[in-house]
């Protein structure tokens, strides 16, 4: 069994179902996907919980693949309330959901071993050459930040792929720190940077596990379609994301993942009917 961990309000669907169809669709290991969330709808109308009828979905969707493959909600409301509502970061770069993978190791039913991953992120090869990696005697491992490990330390990381030791992270405090940070200090990068600060050792693993800027290279294993930086015809940033079909066509050139997409949007249209 793979463990997954996903974060996220209902607004990452989308991006849980193309990610999840990638990964089913080229990993024969049975995958057990946690996708934390939350109602916080008191701070933003739009910060609701994925609903069970999403979930349901979801799990419809990757058990007519492997009956074996499971999605279960874990609703951490009242944990990030009273861990982290009304701290300095609440208002983070991205949104509060960011903070949630802080709170795995007070989550009991959270594995050992877990793969954390962002929403918009896209499985190219078998997700267990990156899971079967030997990090027992790390906190994590973890590939470098484009941008961060040249303008902020050379082992800056992204935190957008983390294959999480969640005993190691227990027996060495790493997040108890973590979350006194987010709570009492404000940080550029929430928490990855909360994260990076309070490490103790960690495993830095080859761009393949996330691939951060080219979307069609053929030994990529993880591609993330996070926020890229353009300096032509002037400087200005992207952001399309793997559920923007015609857009990662026409702007990253993207074909790498068209069978996934297709299946997604025949998905797609089973619901608008």
Request: with cysteine; hydrophobic share 40%.
């Amino acid at each position: 069994m793979i463990n997954i961990l996903l974060c996220g309000n209902r607004k990452v669907f989308d991006g849980a179902l193309t990610q999840l169809i990638s990964m089913t669709n080229r990993t024969r290991e049975a995958v057990h996907v946690f996708l934390m969330t939350m109602d916080l709808a008191g701070v933003n109308a739009e910060y609701v919980s994925i609903t069970g009828e999403q979930i349901a979905f979801l799990n419809r969707v990757l058990q007519e693949k492997d009956s074996r493959h499971l999605v279960e909600k874990l609703d951490v409301t009242e944990l990030y309330a009273r861990e982290f509502s009304g701290c300095v970061n609440e208002g983070a770069y991205c949104t509060p959901y960011t903070l949630l993978r802080l709170l795995a190791d007070m989550v009991p039913e959270l594995p050992d071993k877990l793969l954390y991953l962002d929403i918009d992120i896209m499985i190219a090869k078998d997700i267990r050459q990156l899971y079967d990696i030997d990090i027992s005697d790390y906190e994590y491992g973890a590939v470098k930040e484009k941008y961060g490990c040249w303008l902020i330390r050379p082992d800056y990381f992204n935190a957008g792929m983390l294959l999480m030791n969640l005993a190691k992270i227990r027996e060495t405090g790493l997040l108890v720190r973590a979350r006194e940070l987010i709570r009492t200090r404000k940080l550029l990068f929430a928490d990855q940077s909360a994260i990076f600060k309070c490490t103790t050792r960690k495993l830095l693993l080859p761009r393949i596990y996330n691939e951060q800027s080219k979307f069609n290279r053929k030994d990529t294993v993880v591609c993330h379609f996070c926020k890229r930086l353009m300096f032509l015809p002037y400087p200005h940033t992207e952001n399309y994301k793997q559920w923007q079909v015609e857009e990662i066509h026409k702007y990253l050139h993207c074909h790498a993942f068209d069978k996934d997409l297709e299946e997604y949007l025949d998905w797609k249209r089973r619901i608008d009917n």
